[in-house]
């Protein structure tokens, strides 16, 4: 369900919007979820918990893209790294939930079914769409007045450029947001206001825009549809998206199958994931300043070299059969948690970079595609790693070591990789085709 829907919902994204199709999204989660913990049936069970992977998948993948288009470099930064530090927190958080109650179904309806059905309703009422897609769209007004609604509500100055793609006798003069005056008539003012933009209030204050400043333009010529293979028939994105598919199934197997295989570190699971919930915490914060200073393939690379070194020191201090049970205590089992420790860590800074990283390379045109692309082909590391897992576990071998290999392979990818640290996010594919 995960795979899937990078290749279903990106074109959707790219189509209707992002903030539809997010909503849709959180929708198909929120019900599969709660229909999984609810069901008797096993096969019912199946078919939604697929579904629940379909909407997770996507509204993470339509999160991180919108975060990228609604934000510029620093907030960029600082999102991707609220978002992961959240991420950590909530499974420490988890982790005494599952510990006192244990009751799958329980967590399934009440901790995670419930909330995210009422998320759906914070996300219509609490977030516009992206000026990015709406000026590519060609839809100028709509992305104007959301520009200049976040100016307002950030006590910025109004937006008073011409935006990308607006031939300059079609530019508009800035829109009038504010408090409507008793002393103009409603014939003053737009109505409706733009399409897909409804009337806002915060603070007694009434969002509206002057009909006298709003000169509609012809209609804006329509942009042209990418698909899943131009990221390849383009010769800037072909190279990229093989590099995003490489890294995003890296960063899916190591970390997932660093929680999957969590008994490899001893049979303290509850103290173990904790311990790395907060190495994992500790270095999303530490990723935000990281990230505003060096550049996107020095801290992707440097990232990727420690945690595999970490995970290949397990090769030389293996966990004796003596030290595995929870109420044995050795030195060993306590330096094999120090190493996972730190190479999650590594591995949370460069998922970190990676984010940024992935909406930055991509022009607008085929950023949702391009993202849901490389998640999606990412997916099969979560696909792979229970194998890996398991046939290790059997083996008597430490997974992580099999993760370490996989990593080194990544660091030779980004050599080639295009740099994005403090650079303009391109708009638009404007190259010829490659034959």
Not at 70 to 97: C, E, G, K
Not at 174 to 189: A, F, T, V
Request: a positive charge; one cysteine or more.
């Amino acid at each position: 369900g995960a795979c899937l829907a990078g290749f279903i919902f990106p074109p959707i994204a790219n189509r209707i919007g992002r903030k539809r199709t997010l909503s849709y999204a959180v929708l198909i989660a929120a019900v599969a979820i709660i229909v999984a913990g609810m069901t008797p049936n096993f096969g019912i069970f199946i078919a939604a918990f697929a579904f629940a992977g379909v909407g997770l998948s996507a509204f993470e993948i339509l999160l991180l893209v919108y975060i990228a288009e609604v934000s510029a470099d620093r907030f960029r930064n600082f999102s991707s790294v609220i978002l992961l530090t959240v991420w950590a927190l909530a499974q420490i958080i988890y982790t005494p939930i599952h510990y006192f109650f244990n009751q799958w179904r329980f967590t399934y309806i009440y901790v995670i079914g419930l909330p995210l059905l009422f998320s759906r309703f914070l996300y219509l009422r609490g977030i516009d769409e992206t000026p990015r897609f709406l000026a590519a769209e060609g839809h100028f007004v709509e992305a104007r007045f959301v520009l200049n609604k976040m100016a307002l509500v950030n006590r910025r100055p109004k937006f008073k450029y011409r935006l990308k793609g607006e031939r300059k006798d079609q530019a508009l003069s800035p829109l009038r947001i504010g408090r409507r005056s008793s002393s103009i008539s409603d014939e003053d003012y737009l109505s409706p206001v733009p399409s897909g933009i409804r009337r806002m209030r915060k603070h007694q204050k009434t969002f509206i825009i002057a009909r006298d400043e709003l000169d509609l333009p012809e209609e804006a010529p329509s942009p042209l549809e990418h698909t899943y293979l131009d990221l390849f028939r383009f010769e800037s994105t072909r190279w990229t998206t093989i590099i995003m598919m490489y890294a995003w199934f890296y960063r899916n197997l190591a970390y997932y199958g660093m929680v999957f295989g969590i008994e490899s570190l001893g049979e303290e699971i509850h103290t173990n994931f904790i311990v790395l919930a907060l190495a994992e915490t500790a270095a999303s914060v530490a990723s935000g300043p990281i990230k505003m200073r060096y550049p996107r393939k020095q801290v992707l690379s440097l990232s990727l070299l420690l945690s595999c070194c970490m995970d290949l020191l397990h090769v030389c201090f293996p966990i004796p059969d003596e030290c595995w049970p929870s109420y044995a205590t050795c030195y060993p089992k306590r330096f094999a948690l120090i190493l996972a420790a730190v190479s999650r860590s590594a591995i949370t800074v460069f998922a970190n970079t990676l984010i940024s990283y992935t909406s930055e390379v991509y022009p607008t045109d085929v950023r949702t595609i391009g993202y849901g692309f490389a998640m999606a082909v990412g997916r099969l590391g979560v696909i792979l790693m229970p194998a890996i897992v398991w046939r290790c576990q059997a083996g008597h071998i430490n997974p992580l070591i099999v993760f370490g290999l996989f990593g080194l392979v990544s660091i030779f990818f980004f050599r080639n990789a295009p740099e994005t640290f403090r650079r303009s996010i391109v708009e638009h594919l404007e190259e010829p085709l490659v034959s």
